[in-house]
């Protein structure tokens, strides 16, 4: 989550991070103009499926939430970070996409989140965020 906030911070956006129980929101955002926005982000140590609360992609498609999932390559691995940047919107249909039940019948449980394959297509996707121009 920090290295996320830094990095839009970097860019020229206003972060600040959410304490406690927030289930969709890990930080609140907003361009110079005051256009703010929110962002829940999953940081993974490995490339496999990761678990996001089902809520997360629940209801109407919010504008102004996004997906940050940042793959942290482990102590003594070769290459940077990698920030995979989703739309609320595109998060959604990404989860609508995945299966819902095993291969031997039994279901997920609910919220079962997403799988790398899912996000790979959204790697340096910063252009989600809202613009920095008025």
């Known amino acids: 989550m920090l290295a996320t906030g830094a990095e839009l911070s970097r860019r ?10 927030t289930r969709k929101v890990d930080m609140l955002c907003a361009v110079p103009d005051g256009r703010t926005f929110k962002v829940q982000v999953k940081g993974l140590s490995n490339r496999n499926g990761f678990y996001i609360d089902k809520s997360f992609f629940d209801g ?3 504008r102004d939430l996004y997906l940050a999932v940042v ?4 102590v ?4 940077p970070m990698e920030f995979h940047i989703l739309s609320h919107a595109q998060a959604q249909r990404e989860f609508a996409k995945m299966p819902t039940h095993k291969k031997d019948g039994r279901p997920y449980p609910n ?3 997403l799988n790398w394959g899912s996000v790979l297509p959204y790697k ?3 252009g989600a965020f809202p613009s920095l121009e008025p």
């Open 12 to 21: 020229g956006y206003d972060v600040t991070f959410t304490l406690g129980n």
């Open 60 to 62: 109407t498609t919010q």
């Open 71 to 74: 793959y942290v390559p482990p």
């Open 76 to 79: 003594g691995a070769d290459g």
């Open 111 to 113: 919220g079962s989140g």
């Open 124 to 126: 340096d996707a910063w």
